[in-house]
């Protein structure tokens, strides 16, 4: 069973740039699927962004296209979610989930304990 630990949150004026990172104890980290999702108070969980196994594949929710990108090391057993342009909106606790299927079957199983990003204006 795969753990994921996410780093890199924190807080940042509106137009500014994080970058989280999530590091994966498995060590067939390169066959899972990875995402990110985010949960805003009161709101319901979001996706944000997902990478396949290779890397090849991105995906990306509409709010946050153009803004930020997905990546991973399979070496270092890391995705990574560059986010530029951060807007309050954007303000979340930041999850990392896997994933053994194809992100469009939409079935993480594994998930970090979040992260917190407050974007201010």
């Known amino acids: 069973q795969v753990q994921l630990v996410e780093s890199g949150g924190g807080s940042v004026q509106a137009g500014g740039s994080l970058r989280l990172s999530c590091a994966a104890s498995?060590?067939?980290?390169?066959?899972?699927?990875m995402g990110w999702f985010r949960q805003a108070p009161g709101k319901e969980r979001e996706f944000v962004a997902a990478i396949s196994y290779s890397g090849r594949t991105t995906y990306y929710a509409d709010s946050v296209k153009g803004r930020f990108t997905i990546s991973r090391d399979n070496a270092k057993n890391t995705v990574y979610l560059q986010m530029n342009s951060l807007k309050p909106e954007d303000t979340a606790v930041y999850y990392c989930?896997?994933?053994?299927?194809?992100?469009?079957?939409?079935?993480?199983?594994?998930w970090g304990q979040g992260t917190q990003v407050t974007v201010s204006s």
């Open positions: 498995d060590r067939t980290f390169s066959s899972y699927t």
């Open positions: 989930a896997a994933s053994r299927l194809p992100h469009e079957r939409n079935e993480y199983n594994y």
